[in-house]
């Protein structure tokens, strides 16, 4: 008799919301150091957290990472910066609408 959730999760879904996770704090730790925060998106800002996320799930390249990751962020950092929000329901929103989440890319 082990622990059965109510619904399921794969892989993806778990990898996916790890990298947004990461990606979000990265971004807002260094919006923070550099005092950039409600600043508008300049994307090479964020190189360092494109970086340390494309090294942890062993993509090719940044570029590669950036194709999956830049605009769902973005939308996240605009949301976390002008709602009360938490990221965690806003992961969830996001895994509700986002093509590259359904499709399982």
Known sequence: HGLRPDFAVSVKTMRTTFALHMLVAGIAAIDDAQGTSGQPWREDRYDPAFLEV?????????????Q???EPVMAMRNE????????RDIVADLAKISPSMRAGR
């Open 68 to 70: 999956h990751y830049v």
């Open 54 to 66: 494309k090294q942890l799930l062993g993509h090719s390249t940044v570029e590669v990472t950036k």
């Open 80 to 87: 976390v910066q002008t709602q009360d929000r938490s990221l």
